[in-house]
């Protein structure tokens, strides 16, 4: 495990952290603007100084970073600038041509930076950033400044440094379906202090955590892509099927989902004419009231959990409990692929 400790005070913010993550995969840190993510970044980095914040100088960590902008030397090509970490390195945990093939930049060893686009920059920048073979990478909201089109681009190389990277990642980010979909462990921040820590598809599970409402309530859960029909893929989840669009790998071990609260409704009975092709035996778990207008509800299905983000009235016109039996309906579904 990896300790977290850091206390630091910048005028009127206070960052007082405490906590262990793993010392493997990838750790996510959520919150919104201004809860002390960058800052605690900083501190772990020993780029911020102050209080528990102590020890060892910047130069003297092992620690990979990217930075929101790539940050690459202008004046040196990509290779240049990947040797430039690797020449760095203390010791040799990382080789180089596994991770310029994992990144796919091969072919752009030869250019300079000012010829990439944004996402072929951050690529070479996460390279360098990994031939250092760091003890430990933290990469800063790496996807933020990327428009939709380039960030879908580079979201795939991520999910291989997921796959087939030894080195423990802590990743920043105010996006939770980019937190759902590449972290294992999650770290919530929210006004310097730690809302919440664990494995992530337990605490996304939650439902009595202020960040955890509205747009960002829903769960991840793991599902097997068993067959095709009509361009989507049906997939063996709990106890029922989840149809998703696209035509994923059968036979493969399980993928990872992610289901917004806000595309789960609850019935007392199935419906026999509907256009929600995904309708699930569920037990409501735990009822959680957000507002006076809002609620979250848990929901088990087989051995994992939905959230369904519904009215006050709704849970008292249908006179929801723990225990009742009903029915899921998923409107949509996000596949990691």
């Known amino acids: 495990m990896i300790r977290l400790r850091h206390k630091l005070s910048k005028g009127d913010f206070i960052l007082d952290v405490d906590t262990e993550i ?16 960058t800052t605690l970044l900083r501190c772990i980095a020993g780029l911020e100084r102050g209080g528990n914040s102590e020890g060892l100088p910047a130069h003297k960590r092992n ?50 930076p000012a010829s990439l686009s944004g996402g072929e920059a951050q690529r070479v920048a996460i390279a360098a950033a990994l031939l250092r073979s760091p003890d430990l990478v933290l990469m800063d909201e790496p996807l933020a400044s990327l428009d939709r089109k380039r960030r879908d681009e580079l979201l795939p190389y991520f999910d291989r440094l997921h796959d087939e990277l030894s080195v423990p990642v802590i990743y920043v980010s105010h996006d939770i379906d980019e937190i759902s979909r590449l972290c294992d462990h999650l770290v919530l921040l929210d006004k310097g202090l730690v809302a919440a820590s664990g494995d992530l598809f337990d605490v996304v599970s939650r439902v009595n955590v202020p960040m955890l409402s509205g747009r960002n309530a829903g769960v991840v859960l793991w599902a097997t892509p068993v067959d095709h029909e009509d361009g989507l893929t049906r997939f063996d989840f709990g106890d029922g099927d989840i149809w998703a669009p696209g ?3 059968t036979g493969r071990t399980p993928m990872r989902l992610r289901i917004s609260a806000r595309d789960v409704s609850i019935t007392r009975e199935r419906p026999l004419h509907t ?63």
């Open 275 to 337: 256009t929600i092709l995904n309708v699930l035996r569920a037990v409501v778990e735990e009822i959680h009231t957000v507002d006076r207008a809002a609620a979250l509800v848990r929901l088990g299905v087989g051995n994992q959990s939905l959230l369904a983000q519904v009215t006050n009235r709704s849970v008292s016109r249908l006179e929801l409990k723990s225990g009742e039996r009903v029915f899921a309906q998923v409107k949509s579904v996000t596949v990691r692929h």
């Open 247 to 249: 035509e994923f790998e």
């Open 63 to 112: 620690v990979g970073y990217v930075f929101q902008e790539p940050g690459l030397f202008p004046h040196l090509t990509v290779r240049g600038n990947i040797d430039y970490g690797a020449r760095r390195a203390t010791t040799r945990r990382v080789d180089g041509a596994p991770v310029i093939d994992m990144l796919g930049i091969g072919d752009l060893l030869d250019r300079k």
């Open 22 to 37: 793993p010392d493997a995969g990838i750790t996510g840190i959520f919150g919104e603007s201004g809860s002390g993510k």
